[in-house]
């Protein structure tokens, strides 16, 4: 193969030569009629970056003529400084994609070489291809763990996250190909931006998440949170402020924002912060009356079978409860319940939750717990009395008794 | 058998009565520390007290094996009262008259002022009849606010959950009650007033000092030499 295409670039080099240049450049590489490997070899192999002449030899662009990339080299001897090997005849819309991405915006941004190499790229299927995830974390990150990360800091501490999370885990440890690497979620060519900052942005990271988890998705697409955000509130959360982003990690993972124990806190960023729940007309002692619960007490101290938030809400598909969908519906409560206390009665469908012991809540037992606190202070007042008067008398020497 | 060589001592309690307050003291410190645990969550010394007790799971058995220690107690108790003689005796003794609370005020006016007479005391002290009640009233309360709560399935399906509600507030407050009482000012009696310093022995031995049970009931005592029981 290889030996054929040279004799035919040779033959064409030839009639090159005879015949005035003909006019080149279709979207298919055009036929060396420059130079050969060798004729360029004759120059670099002995420059202070050698190129051999079988450079290309075992890449995916081997039998491709030197002149087939460096397009504007016709000549020898060639301009002292030539362009930059041009990918765009074959690789018209990765180089279109590219000039549009913050990469080529900046000098000294990335170029196709500074990802993919040079004369030795690899076949998508090979290890050092950029198809494969672990490959994106070292070339991406060789670069990005020097540069600003997206809240302060360098990079590097992205990249480590992300090499510690449950997608990093499977691509860099499990050889998981399929999950999620840099150009996953970031783009390759077009780099995505995924800013949170509203709503619209925040649906993009839902499809883009949807992409892999489509049961997630489409729970999380009949949820009050995606109502919420396709109503524009940029405070309902997308799949990232609950799951995190380049931290991410299962349920049962290390320092997990969805594992059981973690759940309260979670939800509470928004639900236990008053003025974000006032923009909803929702309450803020949601988390609170929870955590002092039995089912809060018991998660707390390690009863990971204790209900969560989620457990009775749900998770992607939170619903509030007067919708007839919502699994906190009083028609349905009955059924949630079941899933820990599988007897559970009629009396479960009728109970009002979160009720604070206070005057707007429980106001029954707000009242009995105030007259506890009285009786017992005025049991504690006795009992300093009782102390203080026999330990007057006994100053005074009277006779003690109890 | 005598104390300080000198001094003899009364039969306070008998071995049954012993027995029986052993167990309630069991029982009580049982559930007053892993309910404690519970009112007082977000505290680091509850948390330590579940770790203890083996996690959430145990806390739980440890209070409810607490509670039915409680429960048998109690109806010993009150079954013992209408069927012993002599329970019947300490009952009658143990019921609150106007009287006791005339010697209260004047044992704490006598304290203070040093004017009139310390009044004299019978079997039991206006204070014990008094802590006692509480503790009778408490120990109701507590029991069945704690059947409530124990299967909320059964108690969801009965009463509404407001009840359900009500009665997790009575049995925190309840218990701070008793502790108040028990650990706090029925310790002091027994531990620190009235020259019991550093105990009253009688939960163990049954018998008390002579002359401490004379200070401290002289009413009874008086009647106990002149061959009449109060």
Known sequence: ?402 | MTEKGTVGTVERMTRAQRLVHLVLMVAILMLVFSGLALAYHEQGWAHAIISLMGGFGGRNVVHRTGAVLLVLVFIYHVIATNVSASHQRNALASVPKPADLKAGWATFLWRMTGRGEAPKYGHYTPMQKFQYWLIFLGCLLMGLSGVVLWSPKISLELFPKSFFDLMLVVHSSQAQWAFIILLVWHLWDVHVAGGNFPMNPAWITGRMREDLYRAQHEGEWEAMQKGTKE
């Open chain 1, 1 to 402: 193969m290889t030996s054929h295409r040279s004799a035919l670039a040779a033959v064409l080099l030839a009639g090159a030569l005879a015949v005035a240049p003909v006019a080149a450049s279709s979207a298919a590489p055009a036929k060396a009629k420059g130079p050969t490997a060798a004729d360029c070899a004759g120059c670099h192999e002995s420059a202070d970056k050698p190129v051999k002449a079988d450079a290309l030899k075992g890449s995916v662009h081997e039998g491709l003529a030197c002149t087939d990339c460096h397009s504007d080299i016709k000549d020898l001897p060639h301009a002292d400084k030539p362009a930059k090997a041009d990918c765009s005849p074959c690789h018209a819309q990765a180089v279109t994609d590219w000039k549009a991405s913050p990469h080529a915006a900046k000098p000294g941004g990335a170029t196709c070489a500074s990802c993919h190499g040079s004369h030795q790229i690899t076949a998508g299927a090979n290890e050092g291809s950029m198809r494969r995830g672990i490959r994106q974390v070292q070339v991406c990150g060789a670069c990005h763990a020097k540069h600003p990360g997206p809240h302060g800091g360098t990079g590097e501490a992205w990249i480590m996250n992300y090499r510690n999370s449950v997608h990093g885990d499977a691509v860099l440890n499990k050889g998981m190909n399929v999950a999620p690497s840099c150009a996953t979620c970031h783009g390759a060519h077009a780099l995505r931006a995924l800013g949170k900052a509203d709503a619209a942005s925040k649906v993009k990271i839902a499809e883009l998440c949807g992409t892999c988890h489509a049961q997630a998705f489409a729970s999380f697409r009949a949820s009050a949170h995606y109502a919420a955000l396709q109503k524009g509130s940029a405070g309902a959360p997308s799949c990232t402020d609950c799951h995190g982003e380049h931290t991410i990690q299962g349920p049962q993972g290390p320092g997990s924002p969805v594992a059981p124990l973690a759940v309260p806190q979670t939800c509470g960023k928004c639900h236990a912060d008053k003025s974000a729940m006032e923009n909803f007309g929702l309450p803020s002692d949601r988390v609170a009356t929870y955590t002092d619960s039995y089912h809060g007490i018991a998660l707390k101290e390690g009863d990971l079978k204790a209900a969560n938030c989620a457990s009775c809400h749900e998770n992607h598909g939170v619903l509030p409860a007067s919708d007839p969908a919502s699994s906190i519906n009083p028609a349905n409560l009955e059924k949630t319940c079941g899933k820990c206390h599988p007897k559970a009665g009629k009396g479960f469908s009728q109970v009002k939750f979160h009720q604070a012991v206070s005057p707007q809540g429980a106001r029954g037992a707000w009242f009995v717990r105030v007259f506890y606190i009285g009786f017992i202070g005025i049991l504690i007042l006795g009992f300093v009395l009782h102390i203080l008067a026999e330990m007057f008398a006994r100053a005074k020497g009277r006779k003690v008794v109890r």
